[in-house]
């Protein structure tokens, strides 16, 4: 296989197992508010307390994977996006350190609430500004000359999109993992960011093909549209099977399940749309692409860290498999 697709295939798998794993844990956390009641913000933040920070080991290394394998696109994303991503850094600071400190206070427990909540929130918010704005392309010109140029109605409503995306996530997280009434208000609350995640996706697909000649041309040339068509179909298919899914408790992690799928079908039609474009219109994944040698000496490391990630992440889940029945002591 070709180095640079080999490693244009790795930074999909970082940058998906990301958007997955710590995307239900930004999901619990967006869905905070929601949860008031006495033990309940005790018992969200114990459900994701052991797996959070391991999460984000797949934004490190994905991180990794773009500025060691395609520092062109490092370089013109960093740049770009400056902002955004220092604000989703910050927010995830926060959010970490929330975690630390809501455990141990007392009078200051609310603000460390609101850390881990608006933290969550922004972090999501911007993770969708960037992708929005990727997507609808970025132009080089135009940013030299407004600053805030990546800042577009359509990047703002795919910022609200992924949030919403993360608490389906979240929500079905929390009914995996929980009984009774939270279970009962996940499930409740699922079952509207269902709804509501699926006309955001449709909304999104709609104005990406609409705004784009290229995009456009990529589905709905030929028999394209038919090819593709598995896409929608099936998004729309696990849709209604997390529905349902969520009335049945002898089978509790298949909403999960199902919403993970939804991700994964609308991340294959992302990079169908793009491919084999980093930088819409500017950058391919060969035009950004480090040297040959430079992609064989990186290999090394691949072989020998991306096994012992996906080692201690699943041992992690497994060891901690199972209900939170004790928010106090945790599992």
């Given at each position: 296989m070709d180095l640079i697709l080999f490693y244009f295939l790795l930074l999909g798998f970082a940058v998906l197992m990301y958007v997955l794993l710590d995307g239900f844990d930004l999901g619990v956390g967006i869905l905070y508010p929601w949860f008031d009641r006495e033990g309940e913000r005790d018992h969200l933040m114990r459900s994701i307390s052991h797996v959070w920070d391991g999460n984000e080991t797949w934004l490190v290394f994905g991180g990794v994977v773009l500025f060691a394998a395609f520092p062109a696109a490092y370089a013109g994303i960093l740049s770009t996006f400056y902002l955004p991503i220092i604000l989703m850094l910050f927010a995830l600071i926060f959010r970490g350190v929330a975690f630390e400190y809501r455990f141990k206070a007392h009078r200051s427990r609310p603000y460390w609430d609101l850390a881990f909540s608006a933290g969550s929130a922004t972090a999501a918010f911007c993770q969708g500004l960037i992708l929005g704005s990727i997507v609808q392309g970025v132009n080089a010109e135009q940013i030299a000359d407004v600053s805030w140029y990546w800042l577009s109605p359509f990047a703002i409503l795919t910022g609200f999109s992924v949030m919403a995306g993360y608490a389906l996530l979240g929500s079905c997280y929390l009914y995996m993992k929980s009984r009774d009434r939270i279970q009962q208000h996940a499930a409740h609350l699922a079952k509207r960011l269902i709804v509501l995640v699926m006309l955001a996706m449709v909304t999104v697909s709609l104005w990406t093909v609409m705004s784009s000649d290229d995009i456009r041309e990529r589905w709905f040339s030929g028999m394209n549209f038919i090819y593709l068509s598995p896409l929608p179909i099936l998004s729309a298919l696990f849709a209604w099977f997390a529905w349902r899914?969520?009335?049945?408790?002898?089978?509790?992690?298949?909403?999960?399940?199902?919403?993970?799928?939804?991700?994964?079908?609308?991340?294959?039609?992302?990079?169908?749309?793009?491919?084999?474009?980093?930088?819409?219109?500017?950058?391919?994944?060969?035009?950004?692409?480090?040297?040959?040698?430079?992609?064989?000496?990186?290999?090394?490391?691949?072989?020998?860290?991306?096994?012992?990630?996906?080692?201690?992440?699943?041992?992690?889940?497994?060891?901690?498999?199972?209900?939170?029945?004790?928010?106090?002591?945790?599992?």
């Open positions: 899914g969520l009335h049945n408790t002898d089978h509790e992690a298949r909403p999960f399940w199902f919403a993970a799928a939804i991700f994964l079908l609308g991340f294959s039609g992302l990079v169908v749309s793009l491919f084999p474009y980093l930088l819409p219109n500017q950058l391919t994944i060969w035009d950004a692409a480090s040297p040959d040698t430079s992609l064989s000496f990186l290999l090394v490391g691949i072989v020998i860290f991306v096994p012992l990630i996906l080692a201690y992440t699943l041992w992690g889940y497994r060891v901690f498999a199972g209900k939170v029945e004790d928010y106090q002591e945790g599992y």
